[in-house]
């Protein structure tokens, strides 16, 4: 699926992990392992590659920063309420904080949180 093409994918995603909370979404660029983000819990954890204090993201697509660690992960809190705010916030990120282009291949896989907080890796 394509990151602009396919919000409504990335919105039904969202809604599996709405309906039992055990389930993680997480969205990989094709070919580019590294541009991660899984959504679960009403919380976005993601490759953050950047070494800069992510106020900024926060303060432009909106929650609430919950960890981080530069060059390595972000994890933040989300409280929106409908899975296309949350698919449009996704699509930005992967625009904005991870460079990716729009006609940028991502593919989606659905699985079971395995711990409480996901085990972050480098970006």
Known sequence: ?????EATTIAQ????TWADPRLCATFEVVGQPKKWLQYGDHRIN???PSGRHPRALVSMLGGQLHSWDGG???TIDLSLDDANHVAMWIQQYF???LE????NALQVRIG???TAVVNPVSC
Do not use: P
Request: with cysteine; glycine share 0%; aromatic share 16%.
């Open 100 to 103: 990716s282009r729009c006609d």
């Open 95 to 97: 625009q904005w904080m």
């Open 112 to 114: 079971r949180f395995t």
């Open 1 to 5: 699926m394509k990151i602009l093409q």
């Open 72 to 74: 390595r992960f972000v």
């Open 13 to 16: 995603s969202v809604l599996r």
């Open 46 to 48: 993601a490759c953050y």
